[in-house]
């Protein structure tokens, strides 16, 4: 496991909720990171509580994301230590209840 994949597990799967963008929540830097923060506070997730990591200021963490979770686009969304997608898959969770219910389940 490279360097990268190392903080990327850490991040993972010390924080409840991590979402891996372009840009921040306040700040989003293409519309699919701030899709993805717009699902996240539909679902009632605070932003204080959500932790982002903007893959523009590393590139190593940039790279290593795809490989960490075998999926090609950024955003990615974790919970509890669990991949759970991009913003398009967020979305249709999120329609059907799936997100909201995998926020709120108890560890």
Known sequence: MSDAQKRIDE???S????LFMKGNASFPQCGF??????ILKA??????????VNVLEDDEIRAGIKDYSN????????????????????????ENGELQQALTAKA
Request: net charge neutral.
């Open 71 to 94: 999926w090609p686009t950024i955003p990615q969304l974790y919970v509890k230590g669990e991949f759970i997608g991009g913003s398009d898959i967020m979305m249709e969770m999120y």
């Open 15 to 18: 924080n409840e909720v991590v």
């Open 43 to 52: 679902c009632g997730v605070d932003p204080k509580t959500l932790k982002t």
């Open 11 to 13: 991040l993972v799967k």
């Open 33 to 38: 990171s701030g899709r993805a923060i717009q």
